[in-house]
């Protein structure tokens, strides 16, 4: 579709340009007591994009700008997605950053910049929202200017993200020099027809993998996960393990099903034969590998925010996980479960955010008696947390379900195994949190205060994990109805 | 006539050359050179397909934004450093390890 009829489809990510700039303009206007209307303002630009996206599952499948976007249900979804989360975010940060308006700008750049991740349908489009997202994470990591550790957060995470950047930007030199196109489509028809070299495509793949497995934090291109969910303010990391995370994980579908694999005629898709490697066993051996070394590792931690962060890596290599089968089944479960870590995850992070303060700690040892002193945080920490783990009623057990069914119905049992493994490993330390919560006596007995604005974003959390335990019928034929991948230059 | 061959081999070189930069540098400016090395290797490849492989310019054009991305991420980068620079008077990345489990 030439440019001028494409900017009909491209409505949402139009309007969040327009508030962001808005924003920045209003902002100059207000007075300091004031200054909390932008965060507000934020949160009706991200409310009102939601609802533009929403609508625009009326259009049928298309592609934009002369091939580089795509608009199909799939991305529709994402869309929704990342703009509900960065919602959450808002009034997630509001006690932290109440009168910080190029905060909340700033969280509408990635968001913008994650609209479009999930439309891509070119090389450069891909490079280019993948630093619209990166290069703004960089400086969130570090909005705590004077502290050492957020400091150190968006260095370790600008030095990753650069380096592991510009490899995938290589390996696209040679997808591109294989094929001469840089829209996927056209790579995928070019892939198809004539055979590229093997060994040449093999690494062309391996290095995109490699930035793209930064992003999604895929072992081994992990490393900067502990310390950049432990150094960034906390609004700020559970952005990172929520948001920018399910948009990587709906890119690297949109690769997998383009770039090394095919539609076909029996499964949904088939993965191209040229490929000197398996590409399943690949995946499998890296899904495996990703949660066992983030449960592993989050055994010995003492700082929850770093335990959340190697639980997070857990978590994509369940994802990763369903990928290997890589059917309309598997996707809906890695969707499904997507929804379902949106609303655990934040649960968890808020109410580390809720207490951190009161404790004036983020250690583990510290939570001791919670349960005693603040009873309501508590109990909805460990429903959280019992959910991260995937124990009934809880969302996270449905969406562990779909994804396991996923993978048993393709006959992978021993990747199965490995993953309900895993899952026991996590409850030792997801358990141990609540047992220091609730069966251990603390030193003081002080009652601690909750304000009600934070009980009422929990009870918002909440609902959904305890509701989608039971309930979860209409959310996952929403999900199936957004499955819908289009193909096209 | 220069061959393909030819801008190859010298950008793969210019590849391997910005990622030993990157494991082996101890200063933060130095690893971003080296992060400006591999995105050139990556520009000379583009344009080098574009001229032999591509009858379009697509080459081309990736290459002009990956020069721009590499201008806005240096930017970016260089203001982390230097707040990272005031705070502690240092960017010897081997001493930035404040957290440790």
């Known amino acids: 579709m030439s440019n001028l009829n494409s900017l009909q489809y491209f409505i949402p990510e139009l309007f969040l340009t327009v508030s962001i700039l808005v924003i920045i303009i209003v902002d100059l206007f207000l007075k300091k007591e004031k200054k909390v209307v932008s965060a507000y303002l934020t949160a009706l630009a991200l409310l009102v994009a939601m609802a533009l996206s929403f609508q625009q599952y009326n259009f049928s499948p298309a592609s934009l700008f002369e091939g580089m976007v795509v608009l199909d249900s799939f991305a529709i979804f994402f869309k929704i997605l990342a703009a509900f989360s960065t919602l959450i975010i ?141 150094g960034s303010p906390t609004p700020i990391t559970a952005f990172f393990s929520v948001g920018p995370k399910a948009v990587g994980v709906a890119l690297f579908i949109r690769f997998l099903t383009t770039i090394v694999a095919h539609p076909a005629s029996t499964g949904l898709y088939d993965f191209t034969q040229n490929i000197p490697i398996k590409l399943p066993e690949l995946l499998a051996v890296l899904a495996v590998l990703t949660m066992t070394l983030g449960n592993l590792s989050a055994l010995q931690q003492k700082n929850i925010k770093r335990l959340l962060g190697y639980s997070a890596i857990a978590h994509v290599g369940y994802m990763l996980m369903a990928l290997v089968v890589f059917n309309g089944n598997a996707i809906v479960a890695v969707m499904f479960y997507a929804i379902v870590y949106l609303f655990m995850n934040f649960g968890a992070f808020w109410i580390v955010e809720t207490i951190t303060p009161k404790l004036k700690s983020e250690r583990i040892a510290d939570y001791t008696g919670l349960g005693y002193r603040a009873p309501f945080t508590a109990v909805a920490l460990a429903v959280f947390l019992f959910s991260l783990t995937g124990i009934p009623p809880t969302a996270g057990f449905i969406g562990k379900v779909y994804l396991f069914s996923a993978v048993i119905k393709e006959q992978w049992y021993l990747l199965a195994v490995l993953g309900v493994l895993n899952s026991v490993v996590s409850l030792y330390y997801y358990a141990y949190v609540i047992k220091v919560m609730f069966l251990n006596q603390p030193e003081n007995n002080d009652l601690i205060e909750v304000p009600l604005y934070n009980k009422v974003l929990t009870w918002v959390l909440l609902i959904p994990t305890l509701v989608m335990g039971l309930y979860w019928n209409p959310v996952i034929t929403f999900t199936e109805n957004s499955l819908g991948l289009f193909f096209g230059k | 006539m220069i061959s393909l061959q030819s801008y190859l081999i010298i950008s793969a070189v210019v590849f391997i050359l910005g990622i030993l930069t990157i494991l082996y540098k101890k200063n933060a400016v130095g690893i971003l050179m080296g992060v400006e090395l591999i995105l050139n290797s990556v520009n000379l490849n583009f344009l080098a397909f574009s001229k032999y492989i591509d009858a379009h310019i697509n080459g081309q054009l990736v290459a002009i934004f990956i020069i721009i991305l590499a201008a806005s991420e240096a930017a970016v980068a260089l203001a982390i450093i230097l707040n990272l620079y005031r705070d502690r008077a240092n960017i010897d990345v081997t001493q930035v390890d404040q957290m440790k489990n």
């Open chain 1, 90 to 230: 808002v009034f997630i940060s509001l006690p932290t950053f109440r009168d910080k308006a190029e905060y909340y700008v700033l969280l509408l750049v990635v968001t913008l910049g994650m609209f479009i991740m999930v439309q891509v349908n070119d090389l450069l489009m891909i490079l280019l929202s993948m630093e619209m997202v990166g290069v703004i994470s960089y400086v969130l990591a570090g909005y705590n200017k004077k502290n050492l550790k957020s400091n150190e957060a968006s260095l370790k995470y600008l030095l990753f993200g650069a380096a592991s950047t510009g490899v995938m930007a290589f390996g696209f030199s040679y997808i591109y020099g294989m094929t001469g196109h840089t829209n996927l489509y056209l790579i995928q028809q070019a892939l198809l027809n004539n055979n590229p070299h093997p060994l040449a495509f093999f690494i062309a793949v391996v290095l995109i993998l490699a930035g793209l497995g930064y992003k999604i934090a895929m072992v081994p291109f992990h490393f900067w996960v502990p310390d950049v969910y432990e």
